[in-house]
């Protein structure tokens, strides 16, 4: 079992930069890949950002390359999303997720575990 708990959602305007953090606990495997997902009011949930709990290859979105960079610490069993240039489109809640070899990290119904999520308000 993986636990995970977001946190740094919030309110920011448009163009500003936001860093949501994910606490890791439970059993980690190096096989494991963390991601982020997020789901806005009345859409589907949209992969954002992945990489991979050994080496540390990372996986982004169209929408978001350029603007967000996911990274991981491993001693703190941390995993940690920058936002930065942040649209009102960027308005969701944000999930930490993770699976053990995954066949699409893209997918979001690939990912076992959850968060419960954090609220990420881009104000116009």
């Known amino acids: 079992q993986v636990q995970l708990v977001e946190s740094g959602g919030r309110l920011v305007q448009a163009g500003g930069s936001l860093r949501l953090s994910c606490e890791v606990s439970?059993?980690?495997?190096?096989?494991?890949?963390m991601g982020w997902i997020r789901q806005a009011p009345g859409k589907e949930r949209e992969f954002v950002a992945a990489?991979?709990?050994?080496?540390?290859?990372?996986y982004y979105a169209d929408s978001v390359k350029g603007r967000f960079t996911i990274s991981k610490d491993n001693p703190k069993s941390m995993v940690y999303l920058q936002m930065n240039s942040l649209k009102p489109e960027d308005t969701a809640v944000y999930y930490c997720?993770?699976?053990?070899?995954?066949?699409?990290?893209?997918?979001?119904?690939?990912?076992?575990?959850w968060g419960r999520g954090t609220q990420v308000t881009v104000s116009s």
């Open positions: 997720a993770a699976v053990d070899q995954p066949t699409g990290v893209g997918v979001p119904d690939e990912y076992d575990y």
């Open positions: 439970g059993r980690t495997f190096s096989s494991h890949v």
């Open positions: 990489i991979s709990w050994s080496g540390g290859s990372t």
